[in-house]
């Protein structure tokens, strides 16, 4: 479906939204500081972006009491659209980079997004 241009001067540009999973979002939570080099990892192997920010973790640190002093509550996530035949990929390289497989070194999803517009796709 397109979107019929704001008004904005950018000379009659349209967005598009996209109804049907043509995309996957992938999420990844890690420590503070980790994130830079997980993006690196995952424009090599195809990614055409992604976002990253800060965020607090709460939850088992509190529940191990003195031994949740050792987790730091700092996190960043980091966000990837994919096309679904390239999440897999992006998806595993992650997971490698980050050493998801390690307990407490964060944790990865994907979710289908089922409607997407402002997305720049370049060919």
Known sequence: M???DTG???GGSTAREDT??????ITCVVQRGKADELVKE??????????????????VRERLGLLGSFIQPEKEVV??????????TLFDTIV???RLDKPGNGIAFVQP???VVGFLEFK
């Open 42 to 59: 995952a424009l090599k192997a195809g990614a055409a972006g992604a976002t990253m920010y800060f965020a607090r973790g709460t939850g």
């Open 79 to 88: 966000f990837i659209i994919a096309k679904p035949e390239e999440t897999d």
């Open 113 to 115: 997004l089922t409607r």
């Open 20 to 25: 049907m999973a043509e995309y996957n979002l």
């Open 96 to 98: 490698k980079k980050a």
């Open 8 to 10: 904005d001067g950018s």
């Open 2 to 4: 397109e979107i019929p």
